[in-house]
C-alpha cells in the first residue's frame, strides 16, 4: 500500500520566442512513505510547477527537459516515470482555489462518485456509497444528505473538503496539495490541516504540500525543501530548518516573520526582489540580495544541492560558517 | 520535438501579427486609393459614351463598362470614397452616443441605469433593418439621412458593451482609489473606466465598419441611400442586376470590392481581438 | 490624546430580496455592520482583524464614505461625514487614504506610474508640471522606489512595487487616517516584511493615525496597538496586545489566536 516517491534532478523547461526559460531546475525530493513535504518559496519560485510536472499536467508549452519521476509500486519496485499512467493514477493534486475546480451544475457527490465509477467501474449504487464514505472521512458532517448539494452552498472550507475526498477517491499512494489553505479562513485553515494529518495517520498517504507560509509548514511537515529561483537552495527536516537555517534565504525567510518578530525593531527584511526567470543571475541565484555574500558567490553556476548530513542538503557556500552564527544575530 | 514546438510558438504569434499587418495594408489602400480617386481613375465616373456601352473587359477598360458607357473601374474607384465615408461616418454618432450612455448606466447604476436601459430595451425590440427605413424614409434618402439614422439605432451595442465593462471596472480598486482621492465621477469615468473598456469596442468597431457599409450598399440598392448617378458600390450592383446574364462585370466588380473592403477591417478586428487576448 | 475618528452605533444593512422572495413577502437583510461604535484616538494604529465576511472591509468602505450606513454615525474631527458636501467632502477626502489588498488591482493598468501620481497631484491643485515631477520624485524616495519607475505600467512592475506605488498615492495627499486593507497579505513573505516595515516607518515619521484591516494576527500584533475583533458585523472584543493575545476570555478571539499558525520553535 505504501510508496516512496522519488524526484531526481527534475528540470522544466518553457519554450518562448525569445528563447528558452527553466521555471524548474535540478529538483531533487524524496517522500518517505507516511511523511508530510512541505515546499516552500515565494510565488514563481518553481514550486507549483515541480509538483505539476510530477502530476502531468504542465502547460502547453511547457515539458519535462530532463530527470526522472520515480514511484514504488506494492512490490517496493520502483516503476520509471516513462509510465505515466502508474503515476496518474497513484498522486492526486488539490489546488487554491477549490470553487474553480468543482462544476457548479453538478452535484458534490456526483463529483466525488463519478471519477470511481469511470475509474474503478463501480456501478452508480456501489459508487454512491463509496463517495459517501470518503465524505465521512474528510469531516463532511450528514454526508447522506450533502451528497446531493450543489457547490454554491458549501463555503470555501467544505468545498476544499470535497477536493480532498475527490483526490482521495483512487486511493492515491501520494497526495500533492497546493497551497489547499492559503484562501481560507485561519480557523477553517486549521480544520483543514488537521484533517490532512489525520487522514495521514490514518491511511499512511505521504503529502506534500505546497505553500509560502512558514507558520504552516511548521504545524505540519515533518520534512521542508525551500526553493528560490527554480532551485532547491535548502532541504531538512522542519524542526531544524526553522531552528538552524544554513542558507542565508530560509534565514531571511523565518527572520522576517512577523510572528515572531520584536515590536520595536523593524522586521530583519530581504533586501531587494527575486529575480525574473528570463533574468536570472549569474551564480547563487540569491547573490544579488545576500548579506553574506563573497567573490567565491560569484562563479558562473549556481551552486549545487549538497549533502550536509545525511538528511539535510544546501546549496550555499558558507554554511559552515552559518551553522555558527544562529538566528537571533545582528 | 523541441524544434516543433519551437517553430509553433514562433508561427502562432507571427500568425496574429500577419492577421492584424494584413488588415491595415488593405485599410490604408483603400483610403490612399479613396483620396487620390481623382488621380487614380482613368475616366470620369459619370460621364457618359453611348458609343460604348456594356463593353466586357479590355485594356481600355479593365472592368468593362456598364449600360450608361460609363467605365466600371473609375466607378469602382470613386465609390471607394462614398462607401468609405459610409462606414467610417456611420460608426462615429453611434461610437459617442452609445458609449456614454453606457458609461452613465454601468457608473452610476441604479434608477439612471434602468431608465437607460429600459430606453434601449425599446430601441432594440423594434427590427433594425425597418427601423432604418422608417427613420431614413421620413427624413428623404440621401448620406445625411442615413449618419442621422444610425445615430438614432446604431448605438445599442456601443452602449450595451460599454455598460458591461464598466459595471465590473466600477467595483475595481483603481476606481475606489479614485474615489477616495476625490476624483469626479467625469475624470474616473473618462480617463480610469473607459479606456480600460476601450478595447472590446475598438475591436466591434472594425465589424461594425463592415457592417455599416454593407447596410449603407444594401439602402442605396433599395433607393434608399445614396442617389444616382453618384458612384457607390450597392448602387451599381443594384443597377447591373438586370444584366447580369449579359454584362456580369457590372455587378461582379464592386461587390469584390465591398467583399475585399469588408475584409480588411474584419481582418483588423481579428487581430486586435488576438492582441487583446494576449495582453490579457 | 485626542480622537481623531468616532464611530457611533453604526449598521449597514444589505437588502437581498430576489423576485422569489418579493413572492413570499419576505425581505432578507443581511446585517454587514450590526451596531457598532469605536473611537480612534490621533496617532495610534488599530488593527481590525476577523475573518472573511466579518464587515471589516464594509466597515473601512463606510468610514471612506464609498457606502451609506443605514443607520448611525461617524465623527471625524467632530464633524459628521454624512453631512460633508461639496469642499468640505473633497477636504476629507485628502485626509482619510486608504491601501489595498491587490496591489496591482489598485492601479489603472493603462497609466504609468508616474501618471498615476501626478493626475492626484494635478486634481488637488498643483497644475504646474515641472512642479508635480518634484513632487512625484520626493514621492517616490519617500516609499523607497527608484525614479526610474516612473515611466513603467503596473503590468511591468513587481507585486511590491506596485503596492509602493499604491501607498506613495495614499501619501500623495498628506492625509491624516489611513486605512490599510490587507495590505501585505498578497505579497510575497520577504516583500511583506518590506513593506511593512514600511508601513512602520512611514507612521511615525509622518504622524499618522492607521487602521490596519487584516485577519493575519501575526502581522497585527507586529504592528498595532490596540486590536478591534469583529464577528459577524459585531465587535467582539477591544484590547491591546497583552488582552487579546495572552488574557482574552472571549470565545471567538481565543479560537482566533489558537488558530494562528505560529512558528513552533521552541519543541526543538
Redesign the interface.
Known amino acids: 500500500m505504501m510508496s516512496k516517491l522519488i524526484i531526481r534532478d527534475l528540470t522544466v523547461e518553457i519554450v518562448t520566442p525569445f528563447g528558452p526559460i527553466f521555471p524548474v531546475e535540478q529538483f531533487s525530493l524524496s517522500v518517505e512513505p507516511g511523511e508530510i513535504v512541505g515546499l516552500v518559496g515565494e510565488s514563481g519560485s518553481g514550486k507549483t510547477m515541480a509538483m505539476r510536472a510530477v502530476v502531468g499536467i504542465l502547460p502547453r508549452n511547457a515539458h519535462i527537459a530532463s530527470g526522472e519521476i520515480l514511484l514504488s509500486d506494492a512490490d517496493n519496485a520502483f516503476v520509471p516515470s516513462s509510465q505515466q499512467s502508474h503515476l496518474r493514477h497513484n498522486i492526486a493534486m488539490i489546488f487554491q482555489n477549490p470553487t474553480s475546480y468543482l462544476d457548479p451544475l453538478m452535484s458534490v457527490g456526483k463529483q466525488v462518485a463519478e471519477p470511481l465509477r469511470f475509474h474503478q467501474g463501480l456501478t452508480r449504487k456501489e459508487a454512491r456509497t463509496e463517495a459517501i464514505e470518503l465524505f465521512r472521512k474528510v469531516g463532511i458532517h450528514d454526508a447522506e444528505r450533502q451528497f446531493d448539494v450543489y457547490p454554491h452552498h458549501f463555503s470555501g472550507g467544505m468545498k476544499q473538503r470535497v477536493l480532498i475526498a475527490a483526490a482521495l477517491a483512487c486511493n492515491p499512494k501520494v497526495l500533492i496539495a497546493d497551497e489547499p489553505t492559503t484562501a481560507l479562513d485561519v480557523t477553517i485553515q486549521k480544520q483543514i490541516l488537521e484533517l490532512l494529518c489525520r487522514l495521514r495517520d490514518e491511511t499512511g498517504i505521504s503529502i506534500i504540500f505546497i505553500t509560502h507560509d512558514l507558520g504552516v509548514v511548521s504545524q505540519l511537515c515533518d520534512t521542508v525543501s525551500v526553493l528560490y529561483a527554480a532551485r532547491i537552495v535548502e532541504s531538512a527536516s522542519t524542526i531544524e530548518l526553522l531552528n538552524a537555517p544554513l542558507h542565508p534565504y530560509s534565514l531571511g525567510l523565518i527572520r522576517s516573520q512577523p510572528e515572531s518578530a520584536q515590536r520595536d525593531r523593524p522586521l530583519p527584511s530581504i533586501p531587494g526582489q527575486p529575480p525574473a526567470l528570463n533574468a536570472m543571475p549569474s551564480g547563487c541565484r540569491f547573490l544579488p540580495r545576500c548579506e553574506f555574500a563573497i567573490q567565491a558567490c560569484k562563479q558562473p553556476s549556481p551552486p549545487p544541492l549538497v549533502q550536509t548530513s545525511t538528511v539535510r542538503s544546501n546549496a550555499c557556500l558558507r554554511w559552515r560558517e552559518l551553522q555558527t552564527l544562529g538566528l537571533n544575530y545582528d | 520535438m523541441r524544434a516543433a514546438r519551437l517553430l509553433l510558438s514562433v508561427g502562432f504569434l507571427k500568425n496574429n501579427n500577419l492577421t492584424l499587418v494584413l488588415g491595415i495594408f488593405l485599410s490604408v489602400c483603400w483610403v490612399v486609393i479613396a483620396i487620390f480617386a481623382p488621380w487614380i481613375a482613368p475616366y470620369d465616373p459619370i460621364a457618359q459614351d453611348v458609343a460604348r456601352t456594356l463593353q466586357p473587359p479590355s485594356f481600355a477598360h479593365p472592368f468593362g463598362t456598364d449600360n450608361f458607357g460609363r467605365d466600371v473601374l473609375s466607378r469602382v474607384i470613386w465609390g471607394s470614397r462614398v462607401d468609405l465615408a459610409m462606414g467610417l461616418g456611420g460608426v462615429f454618432a453611434p461610437i459617442i452616443i452609445g458609449c456614454t450612455i453606457g458609461l452613465l448606466a454601468g457608473y452610476f447604476g441604479g434608477i439612471i441605469d434602468t431608465l437607460l436601459m429600459r430606453f434601449l430595451d425599446i430601441t432594440i425590440s423594434f427590427p433594425f433593418f425597418i427601423l432604418m427605413i422608417a427613420i431614413i424614409s421620413i427624413l428623404g434618402p440621401g448620406l445625411m439621412s442615413f449618419f442621422i439614422a444610425l445615430a438614432l439605432v446604431g448605438w445599442v451595442s456601443y452602449a450595451r458593451l460599454v455598460r458591461s465593462r464598466t459595471l465590473v471596472l466600477r467595483h475595481s480598486d483603481f476606481v475606489a482609489a479614485g474615489q477616495i482621492l476625490g476624483f469626479s465621477s467625469i475624470r474616473i469615468m473618462f480617463r480610469h473606466v473607459l479606456p480600460n473598456a476601450a478595447l472590446p469596442v475598438l475591436v466591434f468597431i472594425m465589424s461594425d465598419v463592415v457592417l455599416t457599409i454593407l447596410l449603407g450598399s444594401s439602402l442605396s440598392y433599395l433607393g434608399l441611400g445614396v442617389q444616382p448617378p453618384l458612384a457607390e458600390w450597392g448602387i451599381m450592383i443594384a443597377e447591373g442586376q438586370n444584366f447580369i446574364s449579359t454584362a456580369w462585370w457590372i455587378t461582379l466588380f464592386p461587390g469584390l470590392a465591398i467583399v475585399i473592403l469588408a475584409l480588411s477591417f474584419s481582418l483588423i478586428a481579428d487581430g486586435l481581438a488576438a492582441q487583446y487576448k494576449v495582453s490579457e | 490624546m485626542t480622537e481623531i475618528l468616532k464611530v457611533e452605533n453604526l449598521n449597514v444593512h444589505f437588502k437581498r430580496s430576489s423576485l422569489l422572495d418579493l413572492m413570499r413577502r419576505k425581505k432578507l437583510v443581511t446585517k454587514a455592520i450590526d451596531a457598532v461604535s469605536f473611537e480612534v484616538e490621533r496617532g495610534s494604529c488599530i488593527g481590525l482583524v476577523g475573518?472573511?465576511g466579518c464587515g471589516k472591509s464594509t466597515l473601512s468602505k463606510a468610514i471612506?464614505r464609498?457606502i451609506k450606513p443605514t443607520s448611525g454615525s461617524i465623527f471625524f474631527e467632530n464633524g459628521n461625514i454624512q453631512e460633508l458636501k461639496g469642499t468640505s467632502?473633497?477636504d476629507y477626502?485628502?485626509r482619510?487614504?486608504?491601501i489595498?489588498?491587490?496591489p496591482l488591482?489598485?492601479?489603472?493598468?493603462?497609466l504609468t506610474a508616474g501618471e498615476v501620481l501626478e493626475?492626484?497631484f494635478y486634481?488637488?491643485g498643483v497644475r504646474k508640471s515641472a512642479n508635480r515631477k518634484i513632487l512625484v520624485h520626493s514621492l517616490l524616495d519617500k516609499v523607497g522606489l527608484s525614479r526610474d519607475v516612473v515611466d513603467r505600467r503596473p503590468g511591468a512592475l513587481?507585486?511590491?512595487?506596485c503596492q509602493r506605488i499604491?501607498i506613495a498615492?495614499a501619501l500623495?495627499?498628506d492625509p491624516d487616517l489611513i486605512i490599510a486593507d490587507e495590505a501585505a497579505s498578497a505579497l510575497?513573505?520577504?516583500?511583506?516584511?518590506?513593506i511593512?516595515?514600511l508601513l512602520?516607518?512611514l507612521r511615525h515619521d509622518m504622524g499618522l493615525t492607521m487602521i490596519f484591516v487584516s485577519?493575519?494576527?501575526?502581522?497585527v500584533?507586529?504592528?498595532c496597538d490596540d486590536i478591534i475583533v469583529m464577528n459577524r458585523g459585531q465587535i467582539v472584543e477591544r484590547g491591546g496586545?497583552d488582552q487579546i493575545f495572552d488574557k482574552s476570555t472571549n470565545i471567538y478571539t481565543r479560537?482566533?489566536v489558537?488558530?494562528?499558525?505560529?512558528?513552533?520553535?521552541q519543541?526543538?
Do not use: K, T
Not at chain 3, 488591482?105 to 493603462?110: E, K, V
Not at chain 3, 510575497?188 to 518590506?194: F, T, Y
Not at chain 3, 485577519?215 to 502581522?219: F, N
Not at chain 3, 489558537?258 to 520553535?265: A, Q
Open positions: 475573518e472573511s471612506l464609498l467632502l473633497f477626502r485628502r482619510v487614504q486608504m489595498f489588498q491587490d488591482g489598485s492601479l489603472n493598468p493603462r493626475e492626484v486634481v488637488h513587481s507585486g511590491g512595487q499604491g498615492r500623495a495627499v510575497d513573505v520577504s516583500i511583506q516584511a518590506q511593512l516595515n512602520r516607518d485577519h493575519d494576527l501575526g502581522v500584533r507586529y504592528l496586545i479560537s482566533l489558537e488558530s494562528m499558525p505560529g512558528l513552533h520553535r519543541d526543538y
